[in-house]
């Protein structure tokens, strides 16, 4: 069992930089070695859920085009806090972004995994980049 909570969603003005945070609770005992599956979605109106940023067991980060070179996720060293650092906002980066988990390995890149590829969710915070 894996519980996540998001939290630093806020309204920021185009340009600007906001960092979330996701506490995830579990047991060691359960997944020695912290060996989680980590990564943030999003979602906006009417629109899919997509994988916006990814970290990996051996700490190897992806991340979708739009994001690249704006985006940063990283986690803390006890492996519980995951981080995504978003830098130069664009009104099209609004949307409820979500932490997602997984046990063990990710199954692919977040260009190339689905919202079905991860068993544990959290219940989302707001980010707002008005136009």
């Known amino acids: 069992q894996i519980e996540l909570v998001e939290s630093g969603g806020a309204s920021v003005q185009p340009g600007g930089s906001l960092t979330l945070s996701c506490a995830a609770s579990?047991?060691?005992?359960?997944?020695?070695?912290?060996?989680?599956?980590l990564a943030w979605f999003r979602q906006a109106p009417g629109k899919e859920r997509e994988g916006v940023a990814e970290?990996?067991?051996?700490?190897?980060?992806t991340y979708v085009d739009s994001v690249k070179g704006r985006f940063i996720i990283s986690k803390d060293t006890a492996g519980h806090t995951l981080y995504l650092l978003m830098n130069n906002l664009r009104p099209e980066d609004s949307a409820v972004y979500y932490c997602?988990?997984?046990?063990?390995?990710?199954?692919?890149?977040?260009?190339?995994?689905?919202?079905?590829?991860?068993?544990?969710w959290g219940p989302g915070t707001q980010v707002t980049v008005p136009q």
């Open positions: 579990y047991s060691i005992r359960n997944y020695p070695g912290n060996r989680i599956c």
């Open positions: 970290y990996d067991v051996d700490g190897t980060t």
């Open positions: 997602a988990a997984d046990p063990g390995s990710c199954v692919d890149g977040i260009q190339d995994v689905s919202v079905t590829d991860f068993g544990y």
